[in-house]
């Protein structure tokens, strides 16, 4: 993870942002949510984020689900998840008023093949944190593999 440079930043946004790369290609083999290295930012008190990962994954007919840790009580969490997947054709897409929620782990169960694009807004309540991504198998324990040079950024809305 890394900020934006200085000269980057005020051309690119004058609130703020990250971006990182996954550095390790990260295997991913539980129906538990954990973390995903080198995914995560920092979040204030009332500050809006957009976060947006190009994700590269290829697993088994489990599938993955994805959701997001934060502080407590946004107000609110958008996840959208729009998959390149040999049984998936549909966006996924789920409002949350709270970070990991059970509903909130968005994706289906079916063999990932390859792209998977992940958008996340956030409106922060009154406690700073970090944002963090976790991702899991949706069942079962047949490994999926996040393959490293994924990229995302977070940027700073209001």
């Not at 990250?18 to 290295?37: C, E, H, L, N, P």
């Not at 008190?45 to 976060?51: D, G, T, V, Y």
């Not at 994805?66 to 054709?89: D, E, K, Q």
């Not at 079962?140 to 809305?157: E, F, Q, V």
Request: charged share 10%.
């Amino acid at each position: 993870m890394w900020t934006y440079r200085q000269d980057e930043q005020a051309a690119a946004n004058p609130l703020g942002g990250y971006r990182g790369i996954i550095g390790t290609t990260q295997a991913i083999a539980s129906a538990t949510a954990a973390d995903v290295t080198g995914v995560a930012f920092p979040i204030k008190a009332s500050e809006s984020w957009i976060f947006e990962m190009d994700l590269y994954a290829v697993g088994n007919t489990n599938g993955l689900a994805f959701s997001f840790t934060g502080p407590a009580s946004p107000g609110l969490v958008l996840m959208n998840v729009f998959g390149n997947t040999s049984g998936i054709t549909a966006v996924s897409s789920e409002v949350e008023t709270a970070f990991a929620t059970p509903t909130s782990v968005a994706f289906a169960a079916a063999a990932v093949a390859n792209y998977i694009r992940i958008r996340l807004t956030v409106v922060n309540g009154i406690t700073a944190g970090t944002v963090q991504l976790q991702c899991s198998t949706v069942s079962g324990t047949n490994s999926s593999t996040l393959i490293a040079g994924s990229s995302w950024t977070a940027t700073r809305t209001a």
